[in-house]
Every structure is written in structure tokens, then in C-alpha cells.
């Protein structure tokens, strides 16, 4: 499974955009890219995941260059609530078991 | 619809003695993965089950941990005899779908078990 590269910490204020850039030199062919969100005292929560290009939900978008080594979270006008651990993940064990790194703590100041 | 739901909230024992923990995932999935978080490290992987079936348990540190899932619901993970370096955080994830090759499924998971041995 590709390693996986991104800041430990993040600082902004509320209503700016906040980028977070992932690299993950060794992805495979096949390998998807997740990113996850963590609030303190709760379990970790899908934002989303992409393949190449640009994915967009209501939440973030995914920006995926043409080589996939790296991939870049978008979250946009972000609120203080949106202070939390951001894992960036990249493909899956056999069975779907997800592969942790240290994720970027992101702190949205007031 | 219910969320995955984790119980105790929070267990404290002491080293030696014995704590299960209970996981309810969503309803209708088959797939359910246990975690964990020690102190200052990553959150890691310990097992997954199919439906009743242990489909993957590379991520179980030793034979003190005994996970379990009756009848293909709920699930328990059982630590005999609870040592210091057990303590941490006990994440429970479900989800509906296997992974298909390199992508996963969308996880859902439980806010935790908080567990202290001392």
C-alpha cells in the first residue's frame, strides 16, 4: 500500500479556502484516493475520494494532477468547526482495511 | 438510520483484568472492521469481518484479544489479560460493500471506546 506524505499541522481563519496536499509517490495503478475527517472524541468520518482530475461534493473537493503522486483537499470558506484531523488515504488492503497516516491537524482561528 | 454505536463510552481497569467491547454497526452491513489508536500513534487496523466471518485479522497485535461476531450483527472484542500498553481508543467501522481493487467503500465509523488500563 502507498505511503502517504501530508503537513502534521494547518493553521487559517474562518472563511478562507484551505488546501492540503497529499503525496503519495508509490500509488499503484489501481489505488483510489480518501480522504477522512476526524472531530475530537468521534471516530472518523468519509469526505471524499477520487481517481484522477477533480471530484466535488458538497463538503470538499479532490484535486488530482495527471501523474496521481499527489493529491490536494479543498475545503472552501472554512468555519471554526471545520478544526479536525484530515487523513489522506490511498488505496485499500484486500479487504477494504483502511491505511492511516498521521493526518494534518487543521486549527480555523476566529 | 442509526449510526455505528460503540459501547462502553469509556472503560477503566486495571492491568490483568478482563473488558469486552461492544460494536453495532449499521444495519444491513455486512463488513465490519475494528481499530485502534494508541497514545501519540496512528490509528491501526486489528481485524475485519464479513457477515459472522473473520475475513481479516493480520492487524491483531496478540492472542489476548478475541473478536467475535455472533449471528453476523453485533460484534464484541474481548482483551484477556488487559496489559498497560492496551490502552487507547477502540474505533468500530461498518460499511455495506466490499472494497473493489485499490478503492474502498465508504466507512462508517463509531466514536469509540476510550479504554485506560492501569
Known amino acids: 500500500l502507498a505511503k502517504t506524505t501530508q503537513p502534521i499541522s494547518m493553521d487559517s481563519y474562518e472563511g478562507q479556502e484551505v488546501n492540503i496536499t497529499c503525496s503519495h509517490n508509490n500509488i499503484a495503478t489501481n489505488d483510489y484516493i480518501t480522504w477522512y475527517q476526524q472531530f475530537p472524541s468521534q471516530g472518523p468520518r468519509f469526505i471524499i475520494q477520487?481517481?484522477?482530475t477533480k471530484v466535488t461534493n458538497e463538503v470538499a473537493s479532490l484535486f488530482i494532477p495527471a501523474d496521481r503522486k499527489s493529491s490536494t483537499l479543498s475545503l472552501p470558506r472554512v468555519s471554526l468547526s471545520d478544526t479536525a484531523v484530515y487523513y489522506c488515504l490511498v488505496g485499500a488492503g484486500n479487504t477494504g482495511k483502511l491505511i492511516f497516516g498521521q493526518g494534518t491537524t487543521l486549527q480555523v482561528k476566529p | 438510520e442509526a449510526g455505528v454505536t460503540q459501547f462502553p463510552s469509556h472503560s477503566v481497569i486495571e492491568k490483568g483484568q478482563t473488558v469486552t467491547l461492544r460494536c453495532d454497526p449499521i444495519s444491513g452491513h455486512d463488513n465490519l472492521y475494528w481499530y485502534r489508536r494508541v497514545m501519540g500513534k496512528e490509528i491501526k487496523f486489528l481485524l475485519h469481518?464479513?457477515?459472522?466471518?473473520?475475513?481479516?485479522e493480520s492487524g491483531m497485535p496478540n492472542n489476548r484479544f478475541l473478536a467475535e461476531r455472533t449471528g453476523g450483527t453485533y460484534s464484541t472484542l474481548k482483551v484477556q489479560p488487559a496489559e498497560l500498553e492496551d490502552s487507547g481508543v477502540y474505533f468500530c467501522?461498518?460499511?455495506?460493500?466490499?472494497?473493489?481493487?485499490?478503492?474502498?467503500?465508504?466507512?462508517?465509523f463509531g466514536p469509540g471506546t476510550r479504554l485506560t488500563v492501569t
Open positions: 477520487g481517481y484522477k
Open positions: 469481518f464479513v457477515k459472522e466471518s473473520k475475513q481479516d
Open positions: 467501522a461498518s460499511s455495506h460493500s466490499l472494497a473493489a481493487r485499490g478503492r474502498t467503500d465508504e466507512q462508517y
